[in-house]
């Protein structure tokens, strides 16, 4: 990494330093703009090679000097035990966030350095200097240490962020579940409550609210275990079965949700001899959420259509609706976490971001086709391993 230029006469490294400090920081600064999207900062200007820099003189000219107490006390001793305990240790450390702070990589951190190492060889070259084998030493060690300090610090407290995204995310999350759980339970004891005092029939409007509220809680439930299935990575428990029993088991459980909703649901048959591999319980979860999804952005008394078939080697899956429809980029949108396309803003927004990654899961893929104005359909597209006899 370091050249030794053999020359007949020794020149001081601090005096070399002191003597071409800011040549070497315009090459330093010159590599850095170099880099793609990257460039010299005013805290990198004030803060970083310029900091080292004079630490590394200092520590220089204590060596010469003997005091090799004063020259640990600047830069650290070199098997890197007392970390943090010199000024240039501390100096690195705030450097290191300092960089974190501006987007760079870690191997950003260590390339600031290695631009310095990089700029007093070659300088050194084009000057004809020549430095001692313990200078080199010298600034090898206070490299390492420098590297090590910012290193650690940029590692450490890009952790503590990233475990705070996740930990915002998590609670945002629980957020959102509680507050519709409990809307979906307050709904339904109120209900009961109406129709205990009431006298009234189950099979009246207070009825009807008390079944969408039991819906609601019986999607949300299905919806969060398939998400905490797929996040956790849980093994799949996949098996053979039929696309036709699937189909009907569908339509079952979204016949209550279609008349709640006074949609109509059509089914469209299903070859008989179809059979599908794959998690019964996640590719329940993910087409329920289609047709949850369907029945909210129907227009008013809609068609809600499920229809299931063999394409080549493929089994597809498709709910169609003929709501609004969505634009290009409303369509690009749609499976991301929390995101709501249409008016009807009820809801986390998280079901189609689920029901992709429990497709996905199990090795297929969830799309949507759409023209604004003319509904949408969603496909699930399951690859060649989901099979017909």
Known sequence: MFLIIEIAENVMMHVFLA???????????????????????????????????????????????????????????????????????DSATMHGWQLLALGYSVGQVVHDYGDLCQAISDLAVAQGEQFSVEEFRTLNRCLDNGIAEAVTEFTQRRDVLIANEQALALNQRIGHFAHELRNHLGTASL??????????????????????SLVGLRTLIDRSLAQVRVEAGLS??????????FISELRYLASLEADLTRCTLIVEAVAPLLRIDADKDLLLSAAGNLLQNAFKFAAPNGTVVLRAYASGEHIKIEVEDNGAGLSPQAADDMFLPFTQGGANKAGRGLGLSIARRSVEANGGTLSVESVLGHGCVFIIDLPAATFAI
């Open 19 to 89: 003597e071409n400090r800011a040549e070497l920081e315009r090459r330093c600064r010159e590599k850095v703009g170099k880099r793609p999207q990257r460039f010299s900062t005013e805290i990198q200007l004030r803060e970083g090679i310029p900091i080292f820099l004079d630490q590394l003189t200092r520590t220089l000219k204590a060596e010469e000097a003997g005091k090799m107490a004063q020259s640990l006390a600047i830069s650290g001793p070199a098997d890197g035990e007392a970390l943090a305990t010199s000024e240039l240790a």
């Open 191 to 212: 209900a009961v409550t109406a129709l205990r005092q009431g006298g009234m029939g189950l099979s009246g409007a207070t009825g009807a609210v008390l079944d969408r």
């Open 236 to 245: 799949l428990q996949r098996s053979v079965f039929s696309l036709n029993h």
